[in-house]
């Protein structure tokens, strides 16, 4: 991690700000609060940025003791406060967040891609972006550097591939679930931290209402079908070897030969330059 | 040419007389169809079969015989699959009532099997009315010539400079403009890490409208997705973006669309870029799961130089694998196994060098796009699997790969200098 301008000796005015949002996850198997993989991933990596004194918690929730026990997961990764800004059951903590964000004003927010409980639409960081016209970047798996007024940060891509981006601050951060694991939760300093309550009216999320939830059925498995025409068709599709067949291949020629056969493959695919 | 056979009663009648001064040359005609392993003219002129040679072999190791009588190859039963696969019904939608967009992935400038079962949704939310058309925006380069079969009626191409590379705020704007140029009454996008599911939330942020995400089915105007996390199904209204996962619904296959070119006429204001792309990273591959590598080399009993494989590997790019026989000598980490017991993988391109296909290793790369094998033995089960096989010994083959590549680098360095 690279911190060019503002050594640590101005830190104290200089340094990047960062707030995580954080929510209440769900064990998959029991049911049970606890802190949410994916938030927790966000606030290791605010962790692995700056200092713990500049890092802020915050989650907008109600105030059941459930919920700051799940908290507490997140306080014992290392920080001393978190602000819990109370809301009522069912309310949409947009605008609570939002509020409290613009109060801490931060250069960087970090947020999981996705809640575990709820509608868990991963709409939030948008609509946060979209209303405080901040940038967004998705699917952030590690932050290379941060210069004044933009970072460099990297984003990945399914299989495993990264992108690196350069993202104007003040930015509003996903991470994705290959930024490095979060850190264990050490009980002692989880209980010693603070949770500071505040309390903001919320709405109440309407057109929630309306839905129907249910717990997750099964996806139908999708069927092969066989669109034949004739009884000879379907005896074909039936008798034929599932797999094989129709490959070229290249025999009696010197390994050289071969070898270029499958480079040129290799080209086309594209998985060699 | 037609199909009515025509008969020729003189050729009969010359074929039926073996005394014929011509009996040998019509036959010779007739009998050119005639002549395979299982059915040839003997020197007498009587047809002889060979019964061992009827049919072929089926998986589960059991003779077919086809009885039909059809030709199994030749011109006809050429001209009669084509006419089967023009039996699907040609749909122009002159104009449009209203649009379904989908704003396709395209890895690669190619629909993927995700965005074709999109294609497929959008089809069946276009056709519950009438004249809906279906409308496929596509970013950057468009491959794909298949778009009118899987049930494209317009196509809005986007490519050049913004569009390159990661641009999610200039695809924004754009999307903002066809939004205003159109009104689509249902835009779809795919629910995935590849950009879909980031550009789909952003222009529902936008147009301050609330997506239906992670969506499986659609019916009867609601539609059902996943929430927290996969462990509820929360069915609702269908909303105007609908970000969808993969087999939401089902790829057209019964109609052909026209694909039509659109242009939007509005112009794109393109916004303040404040992500900038710098380009892809260079991922060490064997820090990359094996089960999600794009490609991978992987090796077998039939390898002996195993500086050669790994130094190979590290030319290439890949990622390593290995067969069980490979793991249970020593030569492979555990976790490195392909197959049954080990690990199933997805690559793109799988090279199997000196590996025999045993069926326990087939079936870990059963998703594989495209497989190459380098084996001693042409008769071997990965051969016959493979797209492209090569029959050699692997560690020569490797080697040469690995000098062929080694000189196009060096080509390539000298024209750079
Ligand atoms: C319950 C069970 C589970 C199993 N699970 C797995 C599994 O998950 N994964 C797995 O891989 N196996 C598995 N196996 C083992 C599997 O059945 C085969 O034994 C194994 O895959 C064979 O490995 P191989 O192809 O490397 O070796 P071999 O079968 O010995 O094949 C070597 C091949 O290399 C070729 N060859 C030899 N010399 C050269 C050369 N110089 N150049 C090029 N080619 C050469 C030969 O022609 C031959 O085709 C399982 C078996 C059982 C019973």
Excluded at chain 2, 295 to 300: N, Q
Aim: with cysteine; charged share 25%.
């Amino acid at each position: 991690m690279l911190l060019r301008e503002g050594s640590k000796g101005a830190a104290s005015s200089g340094a990047l700000k960062v707030a995580a949002l954080v929510s209440l996850g769900r064990h998959p198997v029991t049911g049970r609060g606890r802190r949410a993989e994916q938030d927790a991933r966000a606030v290791e990596l605010g962790l692995s940025l700056t200092s713990s004194e500049h890092i802020s918690l915050i989650h907008a929730g109600t105030a059941a003791d459930e919920t700051v026990q799940a908290m507490r997961g997140y306080l014992g990764m290392g920080l001393d406060a978190l602000d819990l800004i109370v809301q009522p059951p069912d309310a949409d903590v947009l605008p609570a967040l939002a509020t409290r964000v613009m109060e801490t004003r931060p250069g960087l927010v970090l947020c999981g891609s996705r809640g575990e409980s709820g509608e868990a639409s991963g709409m939030l960081p948008y609509l946060l972006a979209e209303r405080l016209g901040w940038t967004l970047v998705s699917g952030v798996a590690k932050v290379e550097a941060v210069e004044g007024d933009s970072m460099t940060v990297l984003q990945a891509l399914p299989r495993g591939q990264r992108r690196r981006l350069k993202v104007r601050l003040p930015a509003i951060a996903t991470v994705d679930s290959a930024a490095p694991p979060p850190r264990q939760s050490a009980f002692g300093p989880a209980r010693r931290a603070k949770v500071r309550h505040f309390e903001l009216s919320g709405q109440i999320d309407a057109e929630a209402a309306d839905w129907t939830v249910s717990p997750a059925r099964k996806r139908p498995k999708r069927l092969k079908i066989v669109k034949a025409s004739s009884a000879r068709d379907r005896f074909k599709v039936a008798a034929a070897k599932a797999e094989g067949g129709g490959g070229q291949v290249v025999k009696g020629v010197s390994a050289q030969a071969g070898a270029e056969a499958i480079l040129k493959l290799l080209r086309e695919e594209g998985v060699v330059r | 040419m037609s199909d009515i056979i025509r008969r020729d009663p003189r050729r009969e009648h010359i074929l039926r007389n073996r005394l014929h001064p011509d009996h040998g040359v019509v036959l010779a005609l007739v009998g050119g169809a005639l002549s395979d392993a299982a059915r040839w003219i003997g020197p007498s002129g009587l047809v002889r079969r060979n019964p061992h040679a009827v049919g072929f072999i089926g998986p589960n190791g059991l003779r077919r015989i086809d009885r039909s009588g059809a030709p199994t190859s030749g011109l006809r039963s050429a001209a009669k699959s084509e006419a089967a696969s023009d039996s699907r019904r040609e749909v122009v939608i002159s104009e449009p009532a209203f649009y379904i967009a989908v704003v396709a992935d395209l890895p690669g400038g190619r629909l993927s099997a995700h965005d074709r079962d999109l294609l497929g949704l959008a089809r069946q939310l276009a056709d519950a009315e009438r004249d809906g058309a279906v409308l496929l925006l596509a970013f950057g380069e468009l491959r794909d010539e298949g778009l009118g079969d899987s049930g494209v009626d317009r196509v809005l191409e986007f490519k050049g400079g913004h569009y390159d590379g990661y641009g999610p705020e200039a695809r924004l704007a754009t999307l903002f403009v066809v939004e205003r140029d159109l009104r689509p009454r249902h835009w779809i996008f795919p629910e995935s890490t590849l950009g879909g599911g980031e550009l789909g939330r952003r222009l529902a942020a936008r147009l301050g409208v609330r997506p239906a995400t992670q969506v499986w089915q659609i019916a009867d105007g609601r539609c059902t997705g996943r929430g927290a996390a996969g462990a509820t199904d929360i069915t609702r209204a269908l909303p105007s973006v609908v970000l969808a996962l993969p087999e939401c619904g089902e790829p057209v296959t019964d109609t052909r669309h026209a694909a039509t070119p659109l242009a939007v006429t509005a112009a794109v204001a393109l916004p303040l870029r404040r992500v900038e792309d710098l380009g892809a990273v260079a991922v060490d591959p064997a820090g990359v799961a094996l089960a999600e590598a794009e490609f991978i080399l992987s090796a077998g009993n039939g390898i002996t130089d195993w500086d050669g494989f790994h130094h190979a590997a590290k030319v290439l790019g890949a990622a390593e694998g290995a067969s069980r026989v490979a793991v249970d000598n020593g030569f492979m980490p555990r976790h490195r196994q392909v197959g049954a017991t080990g690990t199933w993988v997805t690559a793109r391109v799988y090279l199997a060098a000196g590996i025999s296909g045993a069926i326990q290793h087939l079936q870990g790369i059963q998703s594989c796009e495209k497989v190459v094998a380098i084996n001693t033995d042409p008769g071997c089960d990965m051969v016959k699997r493979a797209d492209l096989a090569v029959i050699g010994n692997a560690g020569e083959v490797l080697g040469e790969l690995v000098k062929l590549i080694g000189k196009t680098q060096g080509e390539r360095r000298d024209v750079a200098a």
